[in-house]
């Protein structure tokens, strides 16, 4: 499957711009490694759906974590997201750091969205596919700015979001995906814009502490999860 990758090269923000190389394996008649064999890499990397495992421990453990991926409970994902959306939250806290209020909220959703879009590539299973495109279409319904709101790990969310997103667009032909990024970025770019003192001072007192002997850099500061604490 191949990704659009015009979409991807058009900036989501006049600030932000995100870049996807896709890696083209046959080579072009422009391409010298065409004319010259001796100047073809020895190695390529293999696509996920060119990978076959035999009958042993190792592709068992592929199926097992495959279906684990799809008997994952939806609601329980998107819970974080809709709890700070304020909307409507079925389904069970999975406990951690995934919760809503706790450290890093739904900071794994992205990877599990990867994760199981590289399945799909790997078994073409149409189960994976439909699950990652409702997946998808149900984190859009949430994206809002009070998700990054006294949030202790914001940075780190986005970015897992950012490629789930870009592998269910580029792996299984989401037709929302890309759009959904785009909301997302807005949506983290607004609060980052709003609060440019974090970085800047953080790494004043860095750079001020690596210049005192005996001394360390100082630790990002603890942001309440709730008003007064």
Same mark, same amino acid.
């Given at each position: 499957?191949? +990704?659009?990758? %015009?979409?991807? !090269? ?5 600030? $932000?711009?995100?870049?996807?190389? =896709? ?14 064999? *001796? ?11 060119? $990978? ?5 421990? $190792? ?7 495959? &279906? ?10 998107? &819970?974080?997201? !809709?709890?700070?959306?304020? $909307?409507? #939250?079925? /389904? ?9 209020? #706790?450290? @890093? ?15 799909? +590539?790997?078994? &073409?299973?149409? #189960? ?14 949430? =994206? ?21 997103? =870009?592998? %269910?667009?580029? &792996?299984?032909?989401? /037709?929302?995906?890309?759009? #959904?990024?785009? !909301? ?9 814009? %709003?609060?440019?003192?974090? *970085?800047?001072? =953080? *790494? @004043? ?11 360390? *850099? ?12």
């Amino acid at each position: 499957m191949t +990704c659009d990758t %015009a979409a991807l !090269r058009s900036p989501l923000l006049p600030k $932000v711009a995100i870049f996807v190389t =896709i890696r083209k394996y046959a080579p072009s008649s422009s391409d010298s490694s065409a004319m010259n064999p *001796a100047a073809r890499p020895l190695l390529r990397e293999l696509d996920y759906g060119q $990978v076959r495992f035999a009958d042993g421990p $190792v592709k068992r453990q592929v199926e097992q974590n495959h &279906r684990l991926l799809l008997d994952l409970d939806e609601d329980s994902l998107l &819970r974080p997201f !809709r709890v700070r959306a304020q $909307v409507a #939250a079925p /389904g069970a806290d999975l406990g951690g750091w995934y919760d809503a209020e #706790a450290f @890093a909220p739904g900071s794994t959703f992205g990877q599990w969205l990867s994760a199981l879009s590289r399945f799909f +590539c790997m078994s &073409r299973d149409a #189960a994976s596919q439909h699950k990652i495109h409702r997946l998808v279409r149900a984190y859009a319904a949430t =994206i809002d700015p009070r998700f990054y709101e006294n949030n202790r790990f914001p940075a780190y969310i986005y970015d897992k979001l950012v490629g789930g997103l =870009i592998d %269910a667009k580029c &792996r299984t032909d989401d /037709g929302t995906a890309l759009a #959904a990024l785009q !909301r997302t970025t807005q949506t983290a770019l607004r609060i980052y814009q %709003a609060v440019p003192f974090r *970085a800047t001072s =953080i *790494a @004043a007192r860095t750079r001020t502490s690596l210049r005192t002997p005996g001394t360390r *850099a100082t630790p990002c500061p603890k942001i309440s999860s709730s008003p007064g604490t």
